[in-house]
């Protein structure tokens, strides 16, 4: 198993011309389209990638929570797709999600300001400026992205392990080396069974905050071999028995341990 993170300035790179990449080096391209269907399939509307993908929130969204769909869905979404392997999952911040989890080979592509402003000038049949424009644009919301969702710099050159200047090495060229990278990178049986339980974790939090629109002050959802462990507070019994029943019939799950604690007027019963 392969997974490839693919983070990319506007103009460094085309997405025609990442699909052509990863065909070439055996890889399924994972873009916004792909996403969007997950998300149908998981139930969200893909809306919310209308309004957040990529982009930092706007403060009044941040207030009113709205994000949250949208973070718990694409988590979800990202690691359902990882889980499958010789796949490479381009933007939206995978590299941070991805890596302390399991092996991944990730990439970043850049080119100068002018190189970019050109190919995008040509493709959006814009001026140099306009286009400069959007490529600061671009630049500022993808780096309040991964600052806002995993507090993050977007364009930290340690969060990758191979930079490509697209403006002095070619896509033919990357696809004679990327190769030989990657055989170093093949996800260990370890690293699969972690990826495993990191999914079935994101799952019971979507299934919790989306799905059934349950509140709770501190999720945190541990899994190990499928056996789970849920801690935080409930604001009735009502919903720790909901939670009680809901979590054993998720595919996956082969044994469940409440931690929840029970809270009253906002006080946690039980500390």
Known sequence: MRIVTIAREMGAIHSAQETALCRAIGL?????????????????????????????PRLMDSFLGRPNIYWETLQTAILQEAQQGDVALVGRGANFLLGDIVRCFRIRFVAPPEVRAERVARRLNC??????????????????????FYGKKWQDANAYDLTVNTAEISLSTLEEVLPKFLERSEVTAQEEAKLRDSVLQQFIRYTLLV???????????????????????????EAHDKIESIIPKIEGVRSLKNQLRLMQNNIPLEI
Do not use: W
């Open 211 to 237: 799905k059934e629109k349950l509140e709770f002050p501190f999720l945190d959802v541990k899994c190990e071999d499928g056996n789970v462990t849920v801690h935080g507070a409930v604001f009735s019994q």
């Open 127 to 148: 001026s140099q400026e306009q286009a400069l424009d959007c490529i600061r644009k671009s630049d500022r919301e993808r780096i309040g992205f991964c600052y806002y």
């Open 28 to 56: 399924r391209d994972v873009h916004r389209d792909t996403l969007e269907k997950r998300f149908r399939m998981l139930g969200t509307d893909p809306e919310h990638i209308d309004r957040f993908d990529e982009r930092k």
